[in-house]
C-alpha cells in the first residue's frame, strides 16, 4: 500500500506560479512511475505530467512549456511547477504513483484568476 499526500495549492493570478508537492509513505520501494491528474468542475480527469523512477518526464501538449514535473527518489517525493498559469488550469490537481498497481492522492486545489 501506498499513501499519497498533495500540498501547495491554492488561489493564484493568471500569469503566477505554483509549485505542488506529493509526498509518498508506505510501501515507497515498489513505486515506478510518479505524476499529475487534474479534474476541473464538471470535466473528466485528465492527464498532465508523469516521470519515470530514472527521470524521462512527459507532459500534456496544455502544460508543455509551462509545466516541470520531478521528483525525489530518496525523499519520495514528486513535485510539479506550474508557471505562466491560466484560468484554463483551474481544477483539483491529483498525485498519482504507480507501482504497477495505481495508487491516487486526495487532490490539492489550484485556482488561477483571470
Known amino acids: 500500500q501506498v499513501q499519497l499526500v498533495e500540498s501547495g495549492g491554492g488561489l493564484v493570478q493568471a500569469g503566477g506560479s505554483l509549485r505542488l508537492s506529493c509526498a509518498a509513505s508506505?510501501?515507497?520501494?515498489?513505486?515506478?512511475?510518479m505524476g499529475w491528474y487534474r479534474q476541473a468542475p464538471g470535466k473528466e480527469r485528465e492527464f498532465v505530467a508523469a516521470i519515470a523512477r530514472a527521470g524521462s518526464p512527459i507532459y500534456a501538449d496544455s502544460v508543455k512549456g509551462r509545466f516541470t514535473i520531478s521528483r525525489d527518489n530518496a525523499k519520495n517525493l514528486v513535485y510539479l511547477q506550474m508557471n505562466s498559469l491560466k484560468p484554463e488550469d483551474t481544477a483539483v490537481y491529483i498525485c498519482?504513483?504507480?507501482?504497477?498497481?495505481?495508487?491516487w492522492g486526495q487532490g490539492t486545489q489550484v485556482s488561477v484568476s483571470s
Open positions: 498519482t504513483v504507480t507501482t504497477p498497481r495505481q495508487y
Open positions: 508506505g510501501s515507497t520501494f515498489s513505486i515506478n512511475n
